[in-house]
């Protein structure tokens, strides 16, 4: 048996997750989730571990258990609400290595640094420069970041870290809800980050487009793109794309394309696909492929790239060729995962170029 199954076997879930006293909680991760990036972050005894996104307090509780008898827990959170719930049950328990703050975790948490770990339970817009300066030299972070300006496009990534500089170890298909500046009840059902347009009445519908620089103030065209996808003129079946959904959102990505869109219908299914100001078409996560009409431009570039695609056998989030690119602009310091634009390998991991 192995550390990270003791720390499992120690700490019961539905404490935190549905406590008979605080209540049940919708800010969770899937236990297989919390396992993987755990794995990832290779804690251990004594370690010093920088948490963002407390959410249940059950992923601190397991890390606590991980570093214990001599290490810490710094746990943070934007909710003062989750933050209260988490250190109550962690007392209840009489977990005392686990130290609950309300923050913003992009800024990490300068006064408990430096740390060994770092894991984020959300997706920051990129890494934070923050997270890489108060991490140890040699230390690991495990981190869930976007590969594009589009809700849901992730990566999870366990990045090292050798004199403030990051280098990918590892990549995983998998993601998280954006991080945001307030405190949110879902985070889900339309992300606080690279929403143009949402359509609220009877669900939730919205797009995120990575052509928004060219549209206009008023989002007319990505309006107009949601709108012909909710009334589609043109109905096929592809095929069921749900087990592949992962390879799709990376391989389109890896493209560059600024057409490149994400939506999601009626709150109740995603698609990704190309859009203009005229035209739209995308694949829906259930194999179905909507569009404006069957002469669409759109649909004619969204055949192309499912051809494309599938020609490169569907590849697995973790076989692209990915880089940190520094990011020094005025919003947040760090650095951008890019995938590699159509390049695949057998090893993923390359070494951040420098800053």
């Known amino acids: 048996m192995t550390d990270l199954d003791r720390a499992f076997d120690a700490v019961p879930a539905p404490i935190y997750t549905h406590h008979e006293r605080h209540g049940e909680t919708v800010h969770r991760s899937a236990p297989e989730s919390i396992r993987r990036e755990l794995a990832a972050l290779q804690v251990r ?10 959410g249940s307090g059950y992923s601190g509780a397991l890390l606590a258990h991980l570093c214990c008898p001599d290490g810490q827990v710094t746990s943070i959170d934007i909710s003062d609400e989750l933050v209260r719930r988490a250190a109550a049950i962690h007392a209840e328990r009489g977990v005392t290595s686990v130290d609950c703050h309300v923050g913003d975790g992009l800024a990490g948490y300068p006064t408990a640094a430096p740390f060994h770990r770092a894991v984020s339970w959300c997706a920051p817009p990129r890494l934070p420069k923050a997270w890489t300066q108060q ?8 981190a869930c970041l976007p590969i594009t300006a589009l809700p849901s496009a992730t990566l999870i990534a366990t990045i090292t870290v050798a004199a ?3 280098r990918i170890e590892a990549l995983a298909g998998g993601g998280y809800a954006q991080s945001t500046p307030v405190a949110v009840d879902d985070a889900l059902t339309v992300p606080g980050r690279w929403v143009d347009y949402c359509d609220r009445q009877p ?3 919205w797009i995120g487009i990575c052509w928004r620089a060219a549209d206009d103030a008023q989002h007319t065209g990505a309006r107009s793109a949601l709108g012909q996808l909710l009334h589609p003129g043109y109905t096929d079946t592809y095929r069921q794309m749900e087990l592949h959904w992962r390879s799709w959102y990376t391989w389109t990505s890896a493209l560059g394309d600024p057409q490149l869109s994400l939506v999601s219908l009626r709150n109740e299914i995603r698609g990704l696909g ?3 100001p005229s035209s739209a078409a995308v694949v829906l996560t259930d194999g179905r492929v909507i569009a404006d009409g069957l002469d669409s431009p759109s649909l004619h570039s969204l055949r192309t790239w499912l051809q494309r695609w599938e020609h490169a056998g569907r590849p697995a989030p973790e076989s692209f060729a990915c880089t940190l690119m520094p990011h020094g602009g005025p919003d947040l310091a760090g650095w951008d995962l890019q995938v590699g634009h159509g390049s695949v390998t057998s090893r993923p991991a390359v070494a951040a170029a420098g800053r």
């Not at 005894?45 to 407390?54: K, M, P, Q, S, Y």
């Not at 991490?135 to 495990?142: K, P, T």
């Open 274 to 276: 190309h859009t203009t």
């Open 203 to 205: 669900d939730p519908s």
């Open 164 to 166: 403030g500089k990051p």
């Open 135 to 142: 991490v140890v030299n040699g230390g690991r972070i495990v």
């Open 45 to 54: 005894a004594g370690d010093r571990v920088l948490e963002i996104g407390t």
